[in-house]
């Protein structure tokens, strides 16, 4: 395919090709940093974020931060999930119908909570959302207002890190700034990149996918009452949901450079070769999955590479089912009553970052 910076790129769909390209390292992120090579933006990636690391480097940072997010400590995390989104419902309820579940409950919910894994205090939420909506709509922003949006993000990072300095917390920015300053191999620049990037991937996904799984299950009353009359059957629809819903955008694929050359799929990559995977594709592939455009809550076997595959597996994939299946219960279970108040074809989509959601979805009950 052709990018529109940089030329031809490979494109990979199968499931067993992407599932290779994932976890294989003759596949790397690092080689992609400060390279002319093709792309979706005008100027090459030069931020040091553990998502462009290979090892050793990606090891030391990710090994910083995976504990906190780990299966155990989002457990103890889901009273505080569920307790924001009981309190968005109330509001919801004392608004009365109709309201919009983008801006009344994924978006605060989404923010809510990796503020507070973070330890970032919630008055600040307004002052960096729209930074944070910037840096995720790179593609389509000038690049003058994508520097600009980076370097505050930045400097607010900074500013969290001076305070956690000063009065030391243990949330996970402060278990951070406390490994930088006892001797771990943490540069101050990667500190920030890393806090900047849990910060804004924390949010932006959860608060789509909460949008997007409402969209398809309130378009289908019949699965809704099914998980209203087994909430044991949530954890399973939650991955079928995540593995059904096209939540990356075009612009959401990772570039990843060959370094040797060898064999995918039947096809001869070269060395310096740009290779492009798409999640969303892979997990509607018919030889991996039975009649995979069908949603099926029920389906018992579900690989799906949703949060991605291999050393770059997302770390908040724990959260981010947890956030998805109390978002799912709270909403079903105290609004028995809950529609689409619009027509789904007059629901807007924003497709100009990396992450594909509703702009607005209005709902009624």
């Excluded at 910083?64 to 457990?75: C, E, H, I």
């Excluded at 109709?98 to 970032?120: E, H, N, Q, R, S």
């Excluded at 205090?121 to 003058?144: I, N, Y």
């Excluded at 900047?196 to 799984?213: F, N, P, Q």
Aim: charged letters at 25%.
């Amino acid at each position: 395919m052709r990018l529109p910076y940089g030329g031809d790129a490979w494109l990979v769909t199968r499931y067993s090709d992407a599932r290779i390209v994932l976890a294989d390292p003759r596949f790397s992120r690092a080689a992609t940093l400060g390279a002319d090579i093709p792309r979706m933006l005008p100027d090459p990636d030069y931020a040091p974020a553990i998502l462009t690391m290979d090892p050793p480097a990606h090891t030391r940072i990710r090994r910083l931060v995976a504990g906190a997010f780990s299966a155990r400590q989002v457990a103890a995390l889901r009273p505080m999930i569920e307790a924001h989104a009981d309190d968005l419902i109330d509001r919801m309820l004392a608004a009365g119908p109709p309201a919009d579940l983008v801006a009344g409950f994924g978006k605060p919910l989404a923010m809510a909570v990796i503020c507070d894994v973070l330890g970032v205090p919630p008055g600040d939420q307004e002052r960096f959302r729209g930074w944070s909506t910037t840096a995720v709509t790179a593609q389509t922003v000038a690049p003058a207002e994508l520097e600009a949006a980076l370097a505050n993000l930045s400097g607010y990072l900074t500013e969290l890190v001076a305070a956690r300095r000063r009065h030391p917390t243990d949330d996970v920015l402060g278990q951070l700034v406390a490994a930088r300053d006892d001797g771990e191999q943490l540069s101050e620049e990667e500190l920030v990149f890393l806090g900047v990037t849990l910060l804004v991937a924390g949010h932006e996904t959860s608060e789509k996918a909460i949008a997007d799984a409402m969209f398809v299950l309130l378009q289908r009353p019949q699965q809704v009452e099914r998980l209203r009359a087994d909430p044991g059957l949530l954890p399973t629809a939650v991955e079928e949901l995540l593995r059904y819903l096209p939540l990356e955008t075009a612009g959401g694929a990772f570039s990843r450079v060959v370094t040797e050359e060898l064999e995918l799929g039947g096809v001869r990559l070269e060395a310096g070769d740009v290779v492009f995977v798409r999640l969303s594709v892979a997990n509607r592939d018919p030889r991996t999955f039975a009649e995979p455009d069908r949603l099926d809550l029920t389906r018992a076997r579900n690989p799906h590479l949703a949060f991605g595959h291999g050393i770059h597996l997302c770390l908040g994939s724990y959260l981010g089912r947890t956030e998805l299946q109390v978002s799912l219960d709270r909403l079903l279970d105290r609004l028995p009553r809950l529609r689409l108040a619009v027509d789904p074809a007059e629901v807007q989509w924003r497709t100009d970052g990396f992450v594909r959601g509703p702009v607005r979805l209005p709902v009624t009950w």
